[in-house]
């Protein structure tokens, strides 16, 4: 049996020589499949996906593309982002990801802090950003995926360079992948920015073949498996799948269209998914929803009731009592089956990554025998830093580390972590770099907990803690977690109350479960604005805060709540490009709606 630490200090050095050495390996299992503009799929082999990621890699270096030049890439995930990607890695350049939603201010700061030289844009809107905020003369090519547009070139023009130049110099991929070292920078991905401009975190082709191997090394993924791929590719999870995939050597169906998952999960039927908790909370929310009230109702709250009875058998592999055995076989025929088939029938299991996911939303999912597992990291370590097994999940947890990977717990309570998928530093920051990165360690900003086993718990963030007048710290997105969690409806919750007596909430309303509730209640044809300040539909809620706040501590029990009359965008500033909150500029905005939660009791 090979040592892990030997399997890890032997690891392919770069992108690249992972990438060959996959193809080398598999070079005819299927690699990608996606949908073309006439919705058919198309699957390329891992011999063909190479073909063609040299040509575009070949088609950067004849644009003038320099080892560590940056590549800005503003598109929504499609198979093209995967290609482009991995030919600017090869080619030795590195990626700038830029979500294409990121607007103004924000956009402008990414493109010319990184100092990217050339820009691939997804349609003109991105172009017309690009035109508009950055100067210019410091962009030397576009690249337009879909569309034409003057000044730009197109996905296929830039094939045809590279066709030509490979045609008079074969190896000039092979040298450019053979010329970029572990220590060459290969993604400068920007932070969210919850607090101000996002920072770039510079991460190495050392760091993205570490999570590969380590992530392989605990056996999660098989060869033969085949992944949904929905993420976002400009988040950090995102580009760590896909590094997990060039090592594994599974088969990804590559659709960024999240209109399209559920539907899509049922047509591939694939035995894995990652996703962030917002996706895995919508679609209990919306199985929720349907099934409130009537006949259907009642058979699924028992079915749910059996299915959280029979999980500390199943978590520890023991045989069920025989009544609730046979229970568990009924409600698995008339509700968790149905579930099961609605995403795919295969489903293995699924990853939750970027944010925190609710221990209710995870054990109700497994309560209908779909797991999903939670693993935890952060842009500055390469995504993941821990993770849970499907067959041993530990609810509530994180996992242990990775191979390779070491955490401690600083002396007030912070999670420190140190290994491989560390990042270099920040871009052109080395004071931020030196006050989060010390000795190696790096300073996460969250509060946690390990346990016997090494299983992170994850409690709290340090800067976000509230405090009440009473003195009582309270953890926002606890609050926050349990409220999407158990309201059906709401698709957004907001913890304010900082200072304040008692916390209180702001929610906005998921569009598709108030749809469902109109219908139930005849009042099909108002709008989102009329529907959510109904008071029988404000009674559905506060049915819902009460078996919410029931789970949470007497201090962080919301008492009192407002409905927005629409959801959190990027474009007004509610939530970053990544959908994280920005709760301070939302306390802002809505100070005056806050003030007047606390005004009566203030009054007092």
């Not at 080398?24 to 198309?42: F, G, L, M, S």
């Not at 909370?281 to 349907?290: L, T």
């Not at 007004?572 to 007047?596: F, W």
Request: hydrophobic share 40%.
């Amino acid at each position: 049996m090979t040592d892990i630490q030997t399997v890890l200090d032997n690891r392919p050095p770069t992108v690249g020589a992972m990438f060959n050495a996959r193809v080398a390996a598999t070079p005819d299992n299927e690699a990608i499949r996606y949908p073309d503009a006439q919705e058919n799929w198309v699957s390329l082999t891992w011999a063909q996906l190479r073909s063609t990621v040299w040509e575009i890699g070949a088609g950067l270096l004849a644009l003038g593309l320099q080892q560590e030049e940056r590549v800005a890439l503003a598109s929504n995930t499609r198979y093209e982002w995967v290609l482009l990607d991995l030919a600017i890695n090869c080619a030795g350049g590195a990626t700038t990801t830029v979500y294409p939603n990121t607007q103004g201010p924000e956009f402008a700061h990414i493109i010319t802090h990184s100092d990217s030289k050339y820009f691939v844009a997804e349609d003109v809107e991105q172009l017309e950003k690009l035109r508009e905020l950055v100067p210019g003369d410091q962009i030397r090519e576009v690249i337009l995926l879909d569309g034409t547009a003057e000044g730009t070139i197109s996905k296929e023009m830039l094939r045809e360079k590279g066709r030509a130049l490979l045609a008079e110099n074969p190896s000039a991929m092979d040298d450019a992948v053979a010329a970029t070292t572990p220590d060459t920078l290969a993604t400068l991905i920007y932070t969210s920015g919850t607090t101000g401009m996002p920072k770039g975190v510079e991460l190495l082709h050392s760091n993205w073949t570490y999570e590969g191997v380590a992530v392989d090394s605990l056996n999660i993924i098989g060869a033969d498996s085949l992944q949904y791929f929905w993420l976002p590719l400009s988040h950090v999870f995102g580009k760590a799948v896909m590094m997990i995939q060039l090592q594994i050597g599974f088969a990804s169906v590559v659709d960024g269209r999240l209109d399209k998952i559920v539907d899509g999960l049922g047509v591939i039927q694939p035995s894995f998914m990652c996703g962030a908790p917002r996706i895995f909370e919508k679609v209990r929310n919306a199985v929720k929803a349907k099934s409130a009230g009537g006949v259907k109702g009642q058979i699924a709250r028992w079915a749910f009731a059996v299915g959280r009875d029979s999980n500390p058998y199943r978590v520890k592999g023991e045989k069920m009592p025989t009544p609730l055995a046979v229970q568990y076989r009924i409600a698995d025929k008339l509700v968790f089956s149905k579930l099961q088939e609605r995403l795919g029938g295969n489903i293995q299991f699924m990853i939750s990554g970027a944010a925190k996911l609710s221990s209710q939303v995870q054990e109700w999912f497994y309560s209908a025998g779909i797991v999903i597992v939670e693993g935890y990291g952060s842009t500055e370590t390469s995504a993941v830093a821990t993770v849970n097994v499907p067959a041993t999940p530990r609810f509530g947890t994180v996992g242990p580390a990775l191979p390779g990977t070491e955490i401690r717990i600083a002396d007030d309570g912070e999670v420190l972590i140190k290994g491989p998928g560390i990042m270099r530093g920040y871009h052109k920051d080395p004071e931020q770099t030196a006050e989060v990165l010390v000795d190696g360690w790096y300073h996460t900003g969250d509060i946690g907990e390990l346990d016997a086993d090494g299983y992170l718990r994850i409690t709290d963030r340090k800067k976000d803690l509230m405090k009440t007048s009473g003195g009582k710290f309270v953890a926002p997105q606890k609050v926050e977690g349990t409220m999407a969690a158990n309201i059906p409806y709401v698709s957004q919750a907001v913890a304010v109350g900082d200072g304040k007596k008692y916390i209180s909430a702001l929610f906005t309303i998921d569009p598709g479960a108030m749809e469902s509730w109109a219908q139930r209640h005849n009042k099909v044809g108002m709008s989102y604005e009329e529907l959510t300040q109904l008071p029988e539909f404000r009674a559905s809620i506060d049915r819902f805060l009460d078996r919410a706040n029931a789970k949470l501590e007497r201090w962080e029990t919301v008492k009192k709540y407002a409905v927005l009359d629409h959801e959190l965008t990027v474009e007004e500033g509610g939530v970053t490009a990544n959908m994280k909150l920005r709760r301070s500029a939302i306390a802002k905005r809505y100070a005056d709606l806050v003030d007047s939660m606390y005004e009566a009791e203030e009054e007092d």
